[in-house]
């Protein structure tokens, strides 16, 4: 069945720092691709996606690329801030239900300042 | 509604009582999921609704959890002789359709605690 393995945390990292959170999933056929966050108190939000092979999500500074040789959805940002701490979730949503989205165990980030 | 509403927000309530909560999707959305966040842990799907189509209860994890679903508006989600393995975050969630890629939309949760 799909399933998505996410790095896990917590990851600690200082103001200005280079994000990098780890995906990789498998699934039938061809799967979207999700980063979901949630911040503290707050219900969850979609960050940005990708709907097919090579495709770029990005939003916020945030960025990740569709690999679908690795099977990979890494999660980036190039400079953090406080302000995106916070738990970040990779998930798919795949030809084969695509009435449900399957998530990873998510990531907690805190940056500090 | 601008986005998907639940309530409540928090709930504390004895083990073994049952326990109801509501979900209002947003407005022309079609499609409509719960999901259950324990502590640490990633979403567990347990049901979805789509139009006046049968619901996927494939993801509920006992008899004592039901959903119902008036038309393409109201859900509620009952858990009847809560246990303490219950308490959790239950999320509700909406989309346009249940069209591949389609984003959905995620309410604040309802916060359950069994004690």
């Known amino acids: 069945g799909d399933s998505v393995t996410q790095m896990e945390g917590p990851v600690t990292l200082s103001e200005e720092a280079f994000l990098t959170i780890n995906c990789t999933y498998t699934a039938t056929g061809y799967p979207s691709l999700f980063w979901y966050v949630q911040y503290p108190g707050e219900g969850l939000q979609l960050l940005l996606k990708?709907?097919?092979?090579?495709d770029k999500g990005s939003n916020k500074g945030f960025e990740a690329t569709y690999r679908k040789e690795t099977t990979s959805f890494h999660l980036e940002k190039g400079s953090v801030q406080v302000s995106d701490s916070a738990v970040y979730f990779c998930a798919l949503s795949s030809s084969g239900s695509a009435r449900q989205l399957t998530f990873g165990s998510g990531t907690q980030l805190t940056v500090l300042p | 509604g601008a986005g998907v509403s639940q309530s409540p927000s928090n709930k504390v309530t004895e083990k073994g009582k049952d326990v109801e909560l509501r979900c209002d999707p947003i407005s022309g959305h079609t499609a409509l999921y719960w999901y259950r966040q324990r502590l640490g842990q990633g979403l567990e799907f347990l049901i979805y609704f789509q139009g006046n189509s049968a619901p996927d209860k494939s993801g509920l994890p006992s008899d004592r959890f039901s959903a119902e679903r008036t038309g393409e508006s109201v859900s509620t989600l009952t858990i009847q002789r809560t246990q303490q393995e219950d308490s959790a975050v239950y999320l509700c969630?909406?989309?346009?359709?249940?069209?591949?890629?389609?984003?959905?939309?995620f309410g604040e949760g309802s916060w359950l605690t069994v004690v």
């Open positions: 969630a909406s989309s346009p359709s249940p069209n591949l890629g389609n984003t959905i939309y």
């Open positions: 990708a709907t097919k092979a090579d």
